[in-house]
Each structure stands twice: as C-alpha cells, then as structure tokens.
C-alpha cells in the first residue's frame, strides 16, 4: 500500500474570530486548537505530517506545539504563502511524488480517526476523495440581492477536510495551475482544483457533524462543548 501523509494547515489569520492570536493557536480546554488534529493524525494510518504555518510561527510550532504535545510523525514544518493553495502548494514541495495525500484545515479540531481512514480508503480506490454531510438548509443562488436559483437540496453536501488525493495527481494538478498562469483563479480547496484543472470524478464519504470549521468567536462556544463529548463519540 501506498505511504500517506497529511498537510495540515495552520498558517490562517483568522481575521473573523478576532482577537491577536489566530483561532489555531487558541486554548480550547487548555490545548491549542492545532494540538486536537495533530494528535488525532498522530495516531491515525497517516505516515508523515506536514505543517503549513504562517511566515514567522514555525519555531513556536516546533517548540509549543510539535514538542511539547510530543507529536513524532513530523516530516515537516514550513511557512504557507498569501493565498489558502499557495499553502497546500508549498506543504507539497515537502512531500515525495508518490502516495496519497490528505490535506485538513488546522481549524478543524475534532477531525476523527474514522473519518481519516474513510477518506483514505477513498482516495486510495478512487484517487481523488473528500468527507461531505447533506445541508439541512435550503440554499438559494443569489445574485444582486435577488434569488436566480434554488438547488435540490438532496444534491447538496457542505464539504470538509480532510479531503484526500493520489500525491502525483495533486502535485500535477497544483504545476498546471501555478504553471499555466491561472493562479489568480479563486480555488476554494483542492477538489475544486482537481475537478477543473484535470477534470478528475471525486468520491464523497460520510463527513462527520462534530468535524466542524472554527471561523467566528460562536464557533469557540460550540467547539467547547464538542471538547466535553470527545470522550463520549
């Protein structure tokens, strides 16, 4: 079987939860945010994690994170660029060619060990793989404040991370970007980038409902709560 690795991204500003200190680097329940999912990759099938930081962060990373949370599968810890691809871009000049590659926002903190081996099983059948959870909510396209579509909802799946790819296939897809001079085109995660610059099929797997993103000061509220029941999923 093939090696896997994970990018884990950590290099955000978190501009809307606010605060001096980015949302991955918070306390939650006395741990960083970032601690949750490194020590979940830790002790999952993942073989080698690479941690995208921003610019000045990779000796606190090191030091208050990777060391003292005791965290061995490190393969690398380096800085992100401006932009969320130009992150995974760099994560994966630190990886081989070869393998399957997951990549997860360091913003999700109760990623779980079933989740990372449904989406690597997925991605090692399928090549190209992703964790998705049907909307609750009726969606409406919008343009200029007046609906323009209305979507089946049975079609519709809020994805998260982590999603997860042949190595080769990513890296091809990232040098067809960067290469071709389309890197001012708004890529929102990497499926999105495989399904238009390859024209690749990605698979969805059951995503999980405490896997979620921390973006504002509520999500810390609920993700204090999610830290209570770890114990109990």
């Known amino acids: 079987m093939n090696k896997s690795y994970a990018i884990v991204l950590a290099g955000g500003s978190g501009s809307r939860m606010g605060g001096d200190i980015p949302k991955q ?6 741990i ?3 601690c949750y999912s490194l020590r979940t990759f830790e002790n999952s099938a993942v073989e080698g994690i690479v941690i995208v930081t921003a610019d000045n962060m990779q000796e606190y990373v090191s030091k208050e994170l990777v060391e ?9 810890i380096t800085a992100g660029g401006s932009e ?3 992150s995974v871009w760099q994560g994966l000049q630190c990886l ?3 393998g399957t590659v997951l990549v997860h926002d360091g913003a999700r903190p109760f990623v779980s060990e079933e989740l990372i081996g449904r989406v690597l099983e997925g991605a090692q059948t399928y090549r190209a793989c992703i964790p ?3 909307v609750k909510d009726t969606i409406k396209q919008v343009s200029e404040q007046r609906v323009v579509h209305t979507p089946p909802r049975r079609e519709l799946y809020a994805v998260q991370t982590p999603q997860a790819f042949d190595l080769a296939m990513l890296k091809e897809a990232y040098h ?6 389309k890197d001012n085109v708004e890529i929102t995660d990497d499926a999105m980038l495989v399904e238009t610059i390859l024209g690749e099929t990605v698979h969805v797997v059951e995503g999980d409902i405490y896997n979620m993103k921390l973006t504002t ?5 609920v993700a204090e709560i999610f830290a209570n029941n770890l114990k109990k999923r």
Not at 25 to 30: A, N
Request: hydrophobic share 35%; charged share 30%.
């Open 132 to 134: 998705g959870i049907p």
């Open 176 to 181: 067809r970007l960067l290469g071709g001079g």
């Open 32 to 34: 960083p945010v970032l």
């Open 68 to 76: 003292k949370y005791n965290i061995k599968k490190i393969a690398a």
């Open 84 to 86: 969320r691809y130009l």
């Open 25 to 30: 680097y918070r306390l939650l329940k006395e």
């Open 217 to 221: 000061p509520e999500d810390m509220l």
């Open 96 to 98: 081989p060619d070869t």
